[in-house]
């Protein structure tokens, strides 16, 4: 991330007037600030997603929901995400936004999302470091993707269904 994007960041972080709107504030290459609005639903499905994380990935990590991470493009804020001890344990204790992606980032799929947006976070998520990304689409569908494209089921938690309840 360079200077003008960190700095940007931390400005959102520290101003009173941002901590409180109800959209997922993140940045894009250029620094821009993107807002995307956060719905009831959108809360509901990061809570069942935390759940299914809970119950089907490795219990040597933890899952947690807005995550902000570092990448090459902005700070993304993935809506769900599950860390290893081994990643927990490299961030800094003072960090605003990770510069460890998570080995499984999740993002939920609403109106607002277009192809290309859920095209370069996934992109974004694996060329940083993730070993997984999951989509979500608005009928509770999962998607499981890696480095080499799309998959069948999570190798990182095999028995987690493929939808959720929505």
């Given at each position: 991330m360079?200077?003008?994007t960190?700095?940007?960041?931390?400005?959102?972080?520290?101003?009173?007037q941002?901590?409180?709107?109800?959209?997922?504030?993140e940045?894009?290459?250029?620094?821009?600030?993107?807002?995307?609005?956060?719905?009831?639903f959108?809360?509901?499905?990061?809570?069942?997603?935390?759940?299914l994380?809970?119950?089907?990935?490795?219990?040597?990590?933890?899952?947690?929901?807005?995550?902000?991470v570092?990448?090459?493009?902005?700070?993304?804020?993935?809506?769900?995400?599950?860390?290893?001890?081994?990643?927990?344990?490299?961030i800094?204790?003072?960090?605003?936004?990770?510069?460890?992606?998570?080995?499984?980032?999740?993002?939920?799929?609403?109106?607002?999302?277009?192809?290309?947006?859920?095209?370069?976070k996934?992109?974004?998520?694996?060329?940083?470091?993730?070993q997984?990304?999951?989509?979500?689409?608005?009928?509770?569908?999962?998607?499981?993707?890696?480095a080499?494209?799309?998959?069948?089921?999570?190798?990182?938690?095999?028995?987690?269904?493929?939808?959720i309840?929505t």
């Open positions: 360079d200077a003008t960190e700095s940007i960041w931390e400005r959102v972080l520290h101003d009173p941002l901590r409180d709107l109800p959209f997922k504030i940045t894009n290459r250029h620094g821009q600030l993107v807002l995307s609005p956060h719905t009831p959108h809360s509901r499905f990061q809570s069942r997603v935390l759940r994380l809970d119950e089907y990935a490795p219990p040597s990590g933890e899952a947690t929901i807005e995550f902000a570092q990448t090459s493009r902005g700070v993304k804020v993935p809506d769900v995400v599950w860390l290893s001890e081994d990643r927990w344990s490299q800094p204790e003072d960090a605003e936004a990770s510069p460890v992606v998570p080995e499984l980032c999740v993002e939920g799929r609403s109106a607002g999302n277009t192809d290309e947006e859920m095209t370069e996934r992109r974004l998520y694996l060329e940083e470091g993730a997984e990304v999951w989509v979500c689409d608005e009928e509770g569908a999962l998607r499981f993707f890696d080499e494209g799309e998959r069948t089921q999570s190798a990182l938690a095999p028995d987690v269904p493929t939808a309840e």
